[in-house]
């Protein structure tokens, strides 16, 4: 079964960068699409950033451009989200997920895997 797993979350001061990960296994095809998501507390699931892994085309939510970058790795079947100039609005549990296609927008009906998260936390 298709299997997701984040790693790479921490606790950084306003400024820093952090690295996540996300590795896939137990996928049949190899053009899909991944996504990253947050979720702080008392807030609602948010769409962060997605590739395509048969174009490497990207999208970004507008909170994070030009902070973040999406970026995939097809030989090693992992994803990754580099975050820089981190902000303590960007803490939440980060999410990777995949779905069969990237879409104009990033909205989280689009994905039917999931991990099971990593925690940022940005605070000074």
């Known amino acids: 079964q298709v299997q997701l797993v984040e790693s790479g979350g921490g606790s950084v001061h306003p400024g820093g960068s952090l690295r996540l990960s996300c590795a896939t296994s137990?996928?049949?095809?190899?053009?899909?699409?991944v996504g990253w998501f947050r979720q702080a507390p008392g807030k609602e699931r948010e769409g962060v950033a997605t590739?395509?892994?048969?174009?490497?085309?990207?999208l970004y939510a507008d909170s994070v451009k030009g902070r973040f970058t999406i970026s995939r790795d097809n030989a090693k079947n992992t994803a990754y989200l580099q975050m820089n100039s981190l902000k303590p609005e960007d803490s939440a549990m980060y999410y990777c997920?995949?779905?069969?296609?990237?879409?104009?927008?990033?909205?989280?009906?689009?994905?039917?895997?999931w991990g099971q998260g990593t925690q940022v936390t940005v605070s000074s």
């Open positions: 997920a995949t779905g069969p296609l990237c879409l104009t927008a990033i909205r989280d009906i689009h994905f039917n895997y």
């Open positions: 137990g996928y049949t095809y190899s053009r899909y699409c």
């Open positions: 590739i395509f892994t048969g174009t490497a085309s990207t």
